[in-house]
Structure formats: structure tokens, C-alpha cells
């Protein structure tokens, strides 16, 4: 039995226990062009939104996190922005976004905008009179090679369809960057005009009364500008050399001196670089940068068809909860846009335990010291839509990963089958509202196809369902905002190296809770530590019917059961 225990110094409780709203808020995220179409046009926009305001209001939740909503020409659905200061068009208007700002704020909901700062699109104005001459001042705000240097040194692009970051562009006679896609060029945070445009910007939508800021592939933007070659391979480990670049924190305090410090907000970056080190250097709060710890250790588990261990889950959250037991704050999340449905990676979707599995996945993001981040559909159970055609993809990564393995020859039905379980578009399909047409997202053709199990799972039908995946996130979301012990509480892991369960604590001075998590397709009879005191114990969240059969420290879990006892202190 492996068990961790992080203890504390008064002064260190204290620091860590410091009331913020950031760290109390349950964050729901919304991908705002799947949520809800108002106009029928197929594509979820800002009023559609609007429209569900008192949804978002019944579930909980303290603030929404929206993947960008800026002007766009969608080469990778709005994180190729063109003006980051105007509303997507077919999202709505600039008078659409601050309806919906004031109608959160009136429902006590906070809002957080995803910020793209790494790159723009090439259609944005920097880029065009970028392209028109190397004399031009905005040239200097992207990331160019010279012609005349020769080829430039290769450099790794996670969309191009050849893994090329460098585009040649005729006009100017050099190559640009892109670590995305060629229509996502890499921004030069090296020059202090173009952070200045950023800083600009980001006041501009703080002082229309935003709550927070998620800043995408951010630990990317600080680039080695000596551009040395990486040894053969540096791809399949790519943070250590695309991450924490040598700039990063002199930028982050930058930003941080005149933009973030002038306003009470979340601030967080998407990853925190390959270490814990990396990790506490970007939020520890001495250091006067960022707010919050976004890392991809977790979600780097589970990304393989065949299956995953319970322990590396467990073993990686603890890790992250000890180093982070004094210092610094995390998110604590189990998917987002980039990954496959919670359920589909992590729990077990087949219709006979989706509903169970969601709950416990579920159960675990709510019990965590962190901020939760929770995806929307999710509180539904929504699962992967596991599309068998190519055309039915609209997510540049898969398209472009396809023409990749085409032109290599690589086994095509072997790359559908890896698509049908990581692609991003399983988490892209349309909200499932109800069972009429098009799950009530759209009385239009949806520009991506609508899993077809919404007829049984979607909001309408969970909403009067007493059982359903929805009632029980309402349940425990409500359950972790009147029990501080989640929030700020001691995390002591217990039987590591279980294949099937995940238990745990959470203490304080005032209360003592105990998680089993029974993560497999199974009944288990699972024997609670000794040094766990369940005489007592009071189940205060299960999600079955039925409490379990407990006699002593021996508890008989169901498949997929999920069960917080409170403990008698003494």
C-alpha cells in the first residue's frame, strides 16, 4: 500500500486556503458553435446562447469558459482569429456579446474568454501588411526566415498536412512560422510593439467586465529566435522544446504588471509546461504571472483505444495534488475541446454503463482541491460519435493527419479507428437538447453531424429524470459549493496500486470525507484502509440508487460506483 500524506506548516494552510472566487468556481465551458443555433443556419452562435441562460443558471455553475468568439475565417474553428477585437459573424454581434455578458452577470455568472496569442490568422491585418514587404512595421510581428539563409532549420507543425512549420511566401522572399496550421502564422512576442497590441487588447474586453482569461498554447509563444537545430525525434516529447521558452516569464510578468494586477480575474494559461517546477513558476503567487496551473499530464493517459491503467490516473493526480498541496492552483478537468468525450475515454460508454461511469468521472473532477472545469454535454453523458468516414470530419487536425497518412501509405482503417476515439470532433458535436430534430440545436442542417443516441440522451428527458447524469451533477455541484472541505481541504490518496478503485480524503479541522471510486465494469468488495475510521460513516453523494452493503471497513461496490462518505472526526 502506497499512501501520501502532505502536511502543513499554519502559515502554509493559510496561503493555500486564502479565499478566491477562482478558486471556488465551478467553470463550465462552452464551444459556442455547437451549444445552441438561434437563426437555423446550422451554427451554434451568441444568442443561442442567451437562450440558455437560466440552463446554465439551474446547473450550478460560477462561470463560463467560451472558446473564442472573435472574427474568423475558421481554418480551425475561431483559433485562427482575424480581429481580435470584433464578433465572429455567424456568432452574432458586438451588441450580442454584451447581452450575453449582462444576462450572466445578472445570474451571478462570471465570464472567461479564450485569448489565442500564440498566432493569428493570415487574414488578419497584421499578417496582410506583414506579407506586403520586409520594410513593413508589421512585418516584425510574426516569426520569418530569409531566403537567403538557405532552408530554414526544420521546425515541427502539429496541423500542416507534412508537419512543416515554415510556409514560403513569394512576396517577401522568406518563410514564415506556424506551429498550427499555414493559416495560423506564429506571432513575435519577441517585438514589444506587437505585446503592446496584445495588452491593448486585452484591456479592451477586461474593461467591458470579462471575469477571466484562458490563454491558448500560451507556453508556446516565447520562442529560441537563435533557431538551433532539435535532435532527430524532438517531436514525440515536443513541450521540452516548444514549451517555457526563454522569454515566457519575463513576458508573463509583463502582462501580468500592466494588464492582469489592474483587475480581480482568473487568469490561466492552456499547459504548464513538462515539469512541476515549470508548473509553479507559471501560478505560484509569488511570482506575479498567472493564477492557475491548466497541465495535460492526466489527459495524456487514457489517449490509446486498447485502454489505460487506473493507477498512472491516480498516480498523476496525486503527484500534481501533493506539489501543489502549499503553493500554486490547479485546474482539475477530464476533457475540453481538444480531447474525446469524458465518458469515452475514461469511463465506459456502452449503454449499459455510460450513466454510471459519467457520474463517477464526474464524482472525481467535484472532489478534487482545484478548480473544476467541466465541459459542456458532459453533465448529459454525452459520448464519442464515432464517425467511419473522413467526410464526416471538420476538424483540420484529423483532415490534415489523414491527407498525411494517405500520402505515407500508412493502414487507413487503422487511423479511421484511432479517429473514431481521439479525434476533437467527438467532443465538437452538437448539444444534445431533446429528442426532435437535430437534438433542438438547430432547425437548420448543423455544420457537424448530431450523435445519434440524443434521442435518449439529451437535456429535456435528464431534466425530469430524477436519476439521470444531469440531476447528479446539479446534486454534486451544489454538494461541493456548501462543503468547503473540496474546496481547500487536505488530499490523502490511499491504495495506490489498486487496478480497480480510487480512494481518497479530503480533510480539515472541521470535517472528514472519504471518495471510493470503483472504476471498472465490476462488482468489487474493496477493504478500506484501517486507518481510516468508518464507524460512522454517512454517504453524502453515491451515485446509485442504493447505498452500498458496508460491514466494518469492507464495502461491496457496484460497477461504476461512486460513493463520498462523511467520517466522524474523532
Known sequence: MLIICVGKTHAQKKNIRQPKWWKEAVVYQIYPRSFKDSDGDG????????????????????AVWLNPIFSSPNDDNGYDISDYRSIMKEFGTMKDFDALLKGLHQRNIKLVLDMVLNHSSDEHEWFKQAKQSRTNPYHNYYHWW???????????????????????????????LHYFSQKQPDLNWENEKLRNEIYNMMKFWLDKGIDGLRMD???????????????????????????????????????NKEVMSKYNVMTVAEGAGSTLEDAHALVDEDRHELNMAYHFEIMDIGNDPKGYLLTDLKKAFTKWETSFADKGWLAVFLANHDVPRM???????????RQASSKLLTTLIMTMRGTPFYFNGDELGMSNIKFDQIEDYRDIATINAHKN????????????????????????????????ANAGFSSGTPWIKVNPNYKSVNAFAEEKDPNSVLTY??????????????????YQAYDLENPDVYCYT??????????????SSKEINYHIDQK???????????NYTESPSKKNNNIKLMPWQAVVYKLNKH
Open 217 to 255: 498554447a500560451f507556453q508556446y509563444v516565447s520562442k529560441d529566435t537563435t533557431w538551433k537545430k532539435y535532435p532527430e525525434g524532438y517531436e514525440k516529447n515536443i513541450i521540452n522544446y516548444y514549451g517555457m521558452g526563454p522569454n515566457l516569464h519575463h513576458y508573463l510578468k509583463e502582462m
Open 506 to 519: 479530503r480533510t480539515d479541522e472541521k470535517e472528514s470525507l472519504l471518495v471510493l471510486l470503483n472504476f
Open 405 to 436: 497518412a494517405v500520402l505515407k501509405k500508412k493502414n487507413l482503417k487503422t487511423f479511421m479507428a484511432k479517429q473514431q476515439f481521439i479525434s476533437r470532433d467527438n467532443t465538437r458535436t452538437p448539444f444534445q437538447w431533446d429528442n426532435t
Open 43 to 62: 451554427i451554434g452562435d451568441l444568442k443561442g446562447i442567451i437562450s440558455k441562460l437560466d440552463y446554465l443558471k439551474s446547473l450550478g455553475i460560477d
Open 473 to 490: 451533477f446539479k446534486r454534486i455541484v451544489a454538494f461541493r459549493k456548501e462543503t468547503p472541505t473540496l474546496m481547500y481541504g487536505n
Open 343 to 353: 465518458v469515452s475515454k475514461y469511463g465506459n460508454d456502452s449503454p449499459e454503463f
Open 532 to 542: 481510516i475510521n468508518t464507524t460512522a460513516a454517512a454517504p453524502a453523494i453515491n
Open 146 to 176: 530569409p531566403e537567403e539563409k538557405g532552408k530554414p532549420t526544420p521546425r515541427y507543425s502539429f496541423f500542416d498536412v507534412n508537419n512543416d512549420a515554415w510556409k514560403y511566401d513569394a512576396i517577401t522572399k522568406s518563410y514564415y
